[in-house]
């Protein structure tokens, strides 16, 4: 499963236009997640996004931990019954979910939610997460491994060697 987190306070950018293009050619179960949302108007919020064309678009406010627990229900569920590409991807780990999205759009700060606990280093600069950040978990006797990577920008605005290293392992997870 892959969360695909935006920023709601942004808008539907170009680079997320990008992002979701390369997440369709992966054949994964992705949920749109629409994230900074607080004070706004949900559907309001929400309704820029759905021109990505994902099924499941769903809005929280991480830092406020609103939105999260249902978010955990859509994304991780009791009754979960795995797909043969779910089962297939399933080792050691448990099942892998992985957070992807623009630079500084909250997916840390998902994560840590996800958790509930301060798990993995969050500041509000882009950057900060370089590399794919696996975080053993378990939820209703089953495992997960839930994935935090780095931000990932349009090809043309990466210049760093570290930047584009950094993106190759985000899509890797």
């Known amino acids: ?4 987190l935006v920023d709601g306070r942004a808008g ?10 390369e997440l ?7 949920v749109l997640v629409v994230n ?3 004070g706004l108007d ?4 929400l309704a820029d996004f759905y021109r990505l064309g994902f099924e499941q678009v769903h809005a929280i406010a991480a830092s406020h931990g609103r939105g999260v627990r249902q978010l955990l229900d859509l994304a991780l569920p009791e009754a979960e019954v795995p797909t043969a590409a779910a089962a297939e991807e399933q080792d050691e780990d448990g099942i892998r979910v992985t957070i992807l999205g623009r630079p500084n759009v909250g997916k ?5 939610r996800l958790l509930g606990d ?3 280093v969050t500041f509000d600069m882009a950057g900060t997460t370089r590399d794919a950040i696996r975080v053993p978990f378990e939820r209703f006797g089953k495992r997960y491994t839930l994935i935090d990577t780095a931000g990932l ?3 043309g605005k990466v210049f760093e060697a570290v930047e584009k290293f950094s993106a190759i392992k985000a899509l890797e997870a």
């Open 36 to 38: 900074k949302t607080d």
């Open 42 to 45: 949900e559907a309001v919020a």
């Open 12 to 21: 539907c950018t170009p680079a997320d236009e990008t992002i979701a293009r």
């Open 108 to 112: 840390s700060t998902l994560l840590n």
């Open 153 to 155: 920008r349009r090809r």
């Open 118 to 120: 301060e798990r993995v």
């Open 24 to 30: 369709r050619s992966l054949h994964k179960p992705i």
């Open 1 to 4: 499963t892959v969360l695909f």
